[in-house]
T-cell receptor
Framework: QQQVKQSPQSLIVQKGGISIINCAYENTAFDYFPWYQQFPGKGPALLIAIRPDVSEKKEGRFTISFNKSAKQFSLHIMDSQPGDSATYFCAATPGNGGATNKLIFGTGTLLAVQP | DAGITQSPRHKVTETGTPVTLRCHQTENHRYMYWYRQDPGHGLRLIHYSYGVKDTDKGEVSDGYSVSRSKTEDFLLTLESATSSQTSVYFC????????????????FGPGTRLTVL
């Protein structure tokens, strides 16, 4: 119940296309869902996050779509650029419950945007 | 980078030796975390701290210990390093409980690449 399942493992998209990465969770106590972007040799960087009281959140070219009933959420990167090539991680956590607030991470998606 | 530094950034050591990694933050955050990152596993929580001298285990804590004697420093110790502990180690802080936090926003340091021969 503590898992977050992420797919696909890798993704190749043409410049200008839409990149879509999906995650699924089981624990209904999760109520904070961030996405992280990581470039080689760097730490993960928080990209965008959502709470389940909204179905979509958009920041620039990045959009999170959230389906509470299906327990799924996805990251959409519009007009993908070569500079978006990185590894993307989804994560989930109980937002306010307990002292720990552990983030549970997906296994990552390696995105390559071809020029 | 949320004012997080990690030291050393790279380390090569031999099996059986003790190793200590340091995480330092400058913004007085209460919550701090140690993760390891390995191919195919994403990021896995080793230990975390919710205050000075308050720590607890994560999902992969065997072979690791931590200490937090002051707010700004969180130390991760490998008591007797093994080859299976070769990994990239990340420290993180959480904004949980702060005014502008949406939830458990965590910000990561630059990482320490540890190789155990």
């Amino acid at each position: 119940q503590q898992q977050v399942k992420q797919s696909p493992q890798s993704l190749i998209v043409q410049k200008g296309g839409i990149s879509i990465i999906n995650c699924a969770y089981e624990n209904t106590a999760f109520d904070y869902f961030p996405w992280y972007q990581q470039f080689p040799g760097k730490g993960p960087a928080l990209l965008i996050a959502i709470r389940p009281d909204v179905s979509e959140k958009k920041e620039g070219r990045f959009t999170i779509s959230f389906n509470k009933s299906a327990k799924q959420f996805s990251l959409h990167i519009m007009d993908s650029q070569p500079g978006d090539s990185a590894t993307y991680f989804c994560a989930a956590t109980p937002g306010n419950g307990g002292a720990t607030n552990k983030l549970i991470f997906g296994t990552g998606t390696l995105l390559a945007v071809q020029p | 980078d949320a004012g997080i530094t990690q030291s050393p950034r790279h380390k090569v050591t031999e099996t059986g030796t003790p190793v200590t990694l340091r995480c330092h933050q400058t913004e007085n955050h209460r919550y701090m975390y140690w993760y390891r990152q390995d191919p195919g596993h994403g990021l896995r929580l080793i230990h975390y701290s919710y205050g000075v001298k308050d720590t607890d285990k994560g999902e992969v804590s065997d072979g690791y210990s931590v200490s937090r004697s002051k707010t700004e420093d969180f130390l991760l110790t490998l008591e007797s390093a093994t080859s299976s502990q070769t990994s990239v180690y990340f420290c993180a802080i959480s904004l949980r409980g702060t005014i502008n936090a949406l939830g458990n926003e965590q910000f990561f340091g630059p990482g320490t690449r540890l190789t155990v021969l």
